[in-house]
Structure formats: C-alpha cells, structure tokens
C-alpha cells in the first residue's frame, strides 16, 4: 500500500510540474486545469486504493479456501473411519 501511495504522489507531482509548466494567461484557465489535474489524481487514487482492497479480498478468501479444505481433508478421514467401524460391525452375507 505504501508503495501504491508513492506512486501516486509522484504522479500528482508530475501532473502538478506540467500544469505549471503550461502558464496560462488566464486566472480561468489555470482553475480549470487544477480542477482536472485533482480529478485525474483523485481517479488514481480510487484506482490504487480499490487495488489494495481487491488484493485484501483475495487474500483473505485464499486463506478461507485453505482452511476450508484442511477442515475438509479432516472430515473425509473421519468419515473414512466411521465408514470401516460400520464395514467391520456388518455380517457377510
């Protein structure tokens, strides 16, 4: 995430030296610019932060799978001994 967050800065940065770099004329043109150049790093921002969201949420349904299936290895081999405990106590016939 902290990586995700300087990336962004540096951007902004970089979006902020070409604004000034353009000088307009006008007091409008400039509020305009910035007015784009925010909505371009809030863009970005949204982009990086729903990123690290989606990762969370992958992440954490790897560890559900992952402890789901070690519960359910368990309960096959529990069931596997209940199975030969009622194999064993069953007449031939």
Known sequence: MKASLLFLLACTA????GARADKPTEPKALVQKVQELAQKATAMAK???????????????????SDS?????????????????????????
């Open 47 to 65: 982009d990086a932060f729903s990123r690290v969201r989606e990762s969370e949420a992958a992440q954490q349904a790897r560890q559900w799978l």
């Open 69 to 93: 299936a070690e519960l359910a290895k368990q309960r096959l081999v529990w069931l596997k001994e209940q199975l030969a405990e009622i194999w064993k106590k069953t007449p031939a016939v």
């Open 14 to 17: 970089v979006l902020a030296v």
